[in-house]
């Protein structure tokens, strides 16, 4: 399976996942493969491929998958204690995934970058 299709089947829920917010314009659910106690996955509810793809029509995206990260930081009481957002840019950055998404990271000390 091509791999943006992964996350595209996830939003058709031909592939499950554990979805943890929803709503017109982006969906969370829990990482297949977590690298902290919490590792949660923000997509648009429509496709783009990555950083790069990002424009003025399409901007407003972004900040709202930043303001739902937070939102969800927050639910899972990871505010305090502190956390890590990544977004993933093409081979060098590791991006597997070819759809854009916000990684959520906490609920242990991580490593500094
Ligand atoms: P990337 O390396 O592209 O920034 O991150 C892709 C992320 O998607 C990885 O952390 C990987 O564990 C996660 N992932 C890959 N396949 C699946 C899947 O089928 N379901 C879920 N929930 N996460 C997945």
Do not use: W
């Amino acid at each position: 399976m091509n791999k943006k299709n992964i996350f595209e089947n996830i939003l058709k829920k031909k592939i499950p996942a554990n979805i943890l917010y929803q709503d017109k314009k982006v969906t969370a659910f829990t990482d297949i493969s977590p690298k902290a106690p919490v590792h949660i996955l923000v997509i648009p509810n429509f496709f783009i491929k990555n950083l790069n793809e990002i424009n003025k029509k399409n901007l407003n995206i972004l900040s709202h998958m930043m303001y739902v990260s937070i939102k969800l930081a927050k639910i899972n009481n990871i505010h305090e204690s502190g956390y890590r957002i990544i977004i993933n840019c093409n081979k060098n950055s590791g991006q597997e995934i070819q759809y854009l998404h916000i990684h959520i990271l906490g609920g242990k000390k991580l490593k500094k970058i």
